[in-house]
Structure formats: C-alpha cells, structure tokens
C-alpha cells in the first residue's frame, strides 16, 4: 500500500493512525478497525517491547527535555495519574502481563472514548460506512473499571534537579491549562504553537529560537 503508520502518547489520549493514498481509505479503516477490535497481544512480544522500555528507562538521563516535562507532571499531579511518565513507573514496568493489557484495553478502548477521524480528499459518507463496518466489534461503553476519572488538582510548587554532567541549564515554566476534553483545548494547543522554546547553545553568543 506504501502507508505510513503512526502513533503519538500523550498524557490524555493516545492516537494511531495511516497515511495512505486516496484509493486505499478503506484498506486503511479497516486495519485500524482491526488493531482496536482485535489486538495481538502476545506474551513473548510483551516481553521483548518491556525490553526495549528498559532500555529508554536507562537513557532518560540523555533526555532532557523529557526529563524536564515528567518532572514537571509529576511536581505538579504527583498524587494523580496525570503526574505519572508516559513510559511507565520503571520499577512496575517489570512486573506487566497481557492480563494487564487486556484490562486497559477494556477499560479504555470502547466507542464513546474514541474518535476516528479521516483527512483529506476523502468520500464523508463512504468513510462513516467503513467506520461503522471495520470498527463494529467496539462496544459503544465498557463495564470494565475505569480508573484515573478523578479530576487533577495543580499545585503550583518548584523543584530543582542536579544534574553536574549537563551541558546546559534546562528550565521549565508551567502553567494550569484546558484539558484535552475542554472546550478551548485546540485553541490553546494552536496558541502555544505560536510561541517558541529559547535555548542557547554552548560556546554561542546569542539565543537560538526553535519553534516546535
């Protein structure tokens, strides 16, 4: 097909998705209906991906912004889920099984927590008919226990972190702002694209502005 997947994990939501040409729509909503519906989740795979997560665990001193967003998550919700890293707690990371997966996968991966969107020259109807046929297995709720719906309380705090291997001083500013079931949360997402990160550069003279 030459498609083009990917996948972005986010602290509130987490997405997958194909980039395809126009005549391959459906051949694209069907493998993503298929990988929701139907999930491999196999034992021996788990244990190799819960490697390669070990591995990152072991770099993130490398890492510095990264480094610096968890930080800043967990200073400010550490006693909520919102304040745990994306990648897990290092020390549980060991202790996962399928049975875990296919509990979150229950208690997440149901039709009224999910949003299929399609972009481009594409048909509107026939993309609702391939939807409704490839993503049929979704039950519209879910009777598995849901946890982490209590809301995040912020506490505006500072912490320091020493680091004397660092080449650079890294500094974070964070601020309460609308969550990803706000009303104004893509206004604020396209508001903070407008605005750069500074960082300067060792043995520069000047800043360098790099925009995400």
Not at 40 to 50: D, G, Q, T, V, Y
Not at 132 to 159: E, M
Not at 165 to 175: K, L, Q, R, S, T
């Amino acid at each position: 097909m030459g498609a083009v997947y990917s996948n972005d994990i986010q602290k509130e939501h987490v997405s997958h998705g194909l980039q395809v040409f126009k005549g391959d729509t459906g051949k694209a909503v069907e493998l993503l209906g298929d990988m929701v519906c139907n999930p491999s989740l196999n034992s021996a795979e788990l244990e190799l991906l819960k490697d390669e997560v070990s591995k990152e665990h072991e770099a993130d001193h490398t890492r510095y912004e990264e480094t610096l967003l968890s930080n800043a998550h967990y200073n400010s919700f550490r006693d909520h889920m919102m304040g745990q890293p994306t990648k897990g707690d290092r020390d549980l990371t060991s202790t996962i099984g399928v049975d875990h997966l296919r509990e979150f996968h229950a208690a997440n991966y149901y039709g009224d927590n999910m949003v299929v969107v399609a972009t481009g020259d594409v048909n509107h109807d026939e993309v609702v008919e391939q939807v409704n046929q490839y993503f049929a297995g979704v039950p519209k709720t879910t009777t598995a226990r849901v946890t982490g719906t209590d809301k995040p309380i912020y506490a505006p705090s500072i912490l320091f972190l020493r680091d004397d291997e660092m080449v650079n001083a890294n500094v974070g500013v964070f601020y309460d702002a609308p969550s990803a079931g706000h009303e104004d949360f893509y206004s604020f997402v396209l508001l903070k694209h407008m605005f750069g990160t500074y960082r300067i550069d060792q043995n520069a003279e000047h800043l360098n502005d790099t925009h995400k």
